[in-house]
């Protein structure tokens, strides 16, 4: 059986992007993680410590983009890292960070960044 978590649509607003002025003024970001692990355990016995605590998900996330960076590539990097580090059972996963309306010309919704594993 082939498992896994998501968390969609989680909203931050953060201080993230090249210019100083973006993160001196901030944005708001949108993320999005998958991360495949086994839940055979956690179907079986309904015990939370089988499974990934969705809220601590969130926070491991929340960490790390509350700290300020250049590029988003840098920050999702960080996010899968922290996690990686505190939930070795995860197997793959895929986590998105978007900039909603990026300060570039044109009309632009986001900016994203993904990575896979």
């Given at each position: 059986m082939k498992s896994y978590i998501e968390l969609e649509k989680i909203h931050f607003y953060?201080?993230?992007?090249?210019?100083?002025?973006?993160?001196?003024?901030?944005?708001?970001?949108?993320?999005?993680?998958?991360?495949?692990?086994?839940?055979?355990?956690?179907?079986?016995?309904?015990?939370?410590?089988?499974?990934?605590?969705?809220?601590?998900?969130?926070?491991?996330?929340?960490?790390?983009?509350?700290?300020?960076?250049?590029?988003l590539e840098h920050v999702v990097g960080r996010i899968k890292k922290n996690i990686l580090k505190n939930c070795p059972n995860i197997t793959g996963g895929t986590i998105k960070i978007s900039k909603i309306k990026p300060p570039i010309p044109g009309d632009i919704e986001r900016a994203s960044v993904t990575i896979s594993w």
């Open positions: 953060a201080y993230h992007g090249v210019s100083e002025e973006e993160r001196k003024v901030g944005n708001n970001y949108e993320v999005y993680i998958k991360v495949y692990t086994d839940i055979t355990q956690a179907i079986a016995t309904d015990n939370l410590l089988t499974t990934i605590d969705y809220g601590q998900l969130y926070e491991w996330i929340k960490e790390e983009m509350m700290q300020p960076s250049k590029l």
